[in-house]
């Protein structure tokens, strides 16, 4: 009895502590201190503006992360760069037509995180804190459009205190991927639009 005693002791004390080295979590993205600035690029010069986060999460285990979701309010796009009212509006609402996104029949998009790889962790000191970065490799599935792609880009995920993070990356993506081939041809000159463009996210999370 003695050795059957121990023995469940034993496993008890291997359960417990499986259970504490697999913690998870999820953290909810603060809205309204997110952001995401798009920016594209054409032979002549470029653009650029912002695009709202509707909802999103991080799925944490072990402080590292292994999930994620997030929605993006695509009839939200902004144009930042252009001061005068009318050229502004009519770009913001060639974006949204159906030469590029499409809005009306696709209001929103996504962006599901598939997996994450650690690449490294960066432990700084910013005014008396310790503040920890850890940098991970994202493969994700992104729906633009109606279609979705796959997706790989590099990230960064810092702890600012026991209940606030901030993560950030840099996503390019190829829109003739997702159908929006406007101004793509190369035979167009200086009037060319390039395929690529940027996503630059910063989130704020809690």
Do not use: C
């Not at 953290?27 to 600035?37: G, K, L, R, T, Y």
């Amino acid at each position: 009895m003695k050795v059957k005693s121990i023995l469940l002791s034993l496993a008890l004390t291997l359960i417990v502590n499986v259970a504490v080295m697999a913690q998870q979590r999820i953290v909810a993205v603060d809205e309204e201190n997110s952001s995401i600035q798009w920016i594209g690029k054409k032979v002549t010069g470029a653009h650029d503006g912002h695009i709202k986060i509707l909802e999103g999460s991080l799925e944490l285990t072990n402080g590292m992360i292994s999930g994620g979701s997030f929605v993006i309010d695509m009839t939200s796009i902004t144009v930042d760069d252009i001061e005068n009212e009318n050229y502004n509006a009519k770009l913001v609402n060639h974006l949204k037509s159906d030469d590029f996104f499409g809005v009306e029949q696709h209001p929103s998009a996504s962006l599901l995180i598939k997996s994450a790889k650690n690449t490294g962790t960066n432990r700084n000191a910013d005014n008396g804190k310790l503040t920890q970065a850890d940098q991970f490799t994202i493969t994700a599935d992104i729906s633009i459009k109606g279609v979705t792609k796959e997706i790989t880009f590099d990230a960064e995920v810092m702890t600012l205190s026991d209940n606030s993070m901030k993560a950030t990356g840099e996503i390019v993506i190829d829109r003739t991927e997702f159908d929006i081939h406007y101004g793509s041809d190369k035979n167009l000159g200086d009037k060319m639009i390039y395929k690529n463009f940027t996503l630059n996210v910063s989130l704020a999370l809690n």
